[in-house]
């Protein structure tokens, strides 16, 4: 197992929106929590239904926001803490990096891109699944394709644990990125409540849309 905890790849401009987008989910779920209805309530009538976007209808027993807008705002829902704080973490390490290449706007269109297609990936694989999805796993995990693609070489910090043998090491992020993808192919069809479909769709999203911009950029810097 293994937890990146920083990248040694520091930024020059301030990461606005990386920020704002923490600072969101964090707030969305706190809402969440200490809603009168509860944290599930939240998840029934925010989350992304699969069933409900290829039927174009499902009854849950709670009033549903408008089904195309769930594509939204399933991506701001957290199931747990944990789960908060674990996508707050990756988007923190590897959000500030690819928002300072892309620029603060076209990041936001980037980041809600991934999500969106990591969402329509996972409806297209379950199209009867009537369990809520929700978090930002699928645009972060765009974030972390974009990473790949731009700073392969790029020293992260990460928690190792084998067993009973703990340390931290730092290894090119290409090799926990890939790692990371390779871990969600492996785990695809054994379910455990987590969208695999959505991580691998948002990573390849994120390589596809940020590798011709880096191609473009590189072929005018040496022209």
Not at 186 to 192: C, E, H, I, M, S
Not at 200 to 206: N, S
């Amino acid at each position: 197992m293994f937890i990146p905890l920083k990248d040694e790849n520091p930024t020059l401009k301030f990461p606005i929106v990386t920020i704002i987008l923490v600072i969101v989910n964090c707030l969305v779920f706190f809402y969440q929590v200490i809603s009168p209805e509860g944290l599930s309530y939240q998840v029934l009538r925010f989350g992304i239904i699969p069933y409900e976007i290829t039927h174009w209808h499902i009854d849950v027993g709670v009033p549903r926001v408008f089904w195309p807008l769930s594509l939204i705002t399933g991506m701001f829902l957290h199931g747990s803490l944990w789960h908060l704080l674990g996508n707050m973490l990756y988007l923190w390490i590897f959000g500030n990096n690819v928002e300072e290449f892309l620029g603060p706007l076209r990041f936001l269109w980037f980041y809600l891109a991934c999500g969106l297609s990591a969402s329509l990936v996972q409806v297209a694989f379950s199209p009867n699944s009537r369990v809520p999805m929700i978090g930002a796993s699928g645009a972060i995990a765009g974030l972390l394709g974009a990473y790949l693609i731009l700073y392969p070489t790029a020293r992260v910090k990460t928690l190792v644990f084998l067993i009973f043998y703990i340390t931290i090491i730092s290894v090119p992020a290409w090799v926990i990125l890939s790692l990371w993808f390779f871990l969600q192919l492996a785990n695809v069809g054994l379910g455990g409540g987590v969208a695999w479909f959505a991580h691998i769709g948002g990573f390849l999203v994120g390589v596809a849309l940020v590798y011709p911009r880096k191609k473009k950029r590189l072929k005018f810097h040496f022209a």
